[in-house]
């Protein structure tokens, strides 16, 4: 019922290993891994909840055509799919752990899980935390991911020191180049 994350580290390098990350931000590619596992997880979770929203029958018609509840996955629907648009912008700075990607992955990432969660735990009620169902693995674990690896504020303020160092752009062009990635760049 516990985490099963683990902090695996070494005091000193082992013996005869050498781990070289070169030009990796390692914490960078790190953040990116966990934006698109929050992303792959709040997917599943608002499926989950859209099929609970239509099985589930009170009043004589499915909680779903409530528009209070439909309101709620709209909501939901909104930032998982802003998610997932932020998890491949990161996934698009490749394998060298583009800082400026991987924050603005990480950062997007965050702060949708806490608001997935919650509208998931709510439009299922108390069955949500049973172990009858997948719900509660899920927010669980974005609710662990959300602080993996740096939260939204630790990402937020490494965007924000980024863009006031290029003070000689706007903040179009600041996007345009330092956090857009083409095709080609990847």
Sequence with gaps: HHSLAAV????????????????????????????????????????????????????????????????????????VVATRMAAEIGCAGGLRGDVMAAATAKRMASAAAATVADIAHAVHGAIGISEELDVQLHTRRLREWRLADGGERYWAERLGYARLAAAGMSSLDFVRTRIATTESDA
Excluded at 11 to 35: K, M
Excluded at 41 to 51: H, N, Q, S, V
């Design 8 to 79: 695996i580290s070494w005091p000193a390098t082992p013996a005869g290993r050498v781990f070289a990350a070169g030009d990796t931000d390692l914490l960078a590619l790190g953040a990116v891994l966990r934006a698109t596992a929050i992303a792959g997880a709040a997917d599943r979770l608002l499926a989950m909840t859209i099929a609970h929203a239509n099985e589930r029958v009170q009043f004589g018609k499915p909680i779903g055509r409530q528009q209070a509840i439909q309101q709620q996955l709209a909501v939901m629907a909104e930032h």
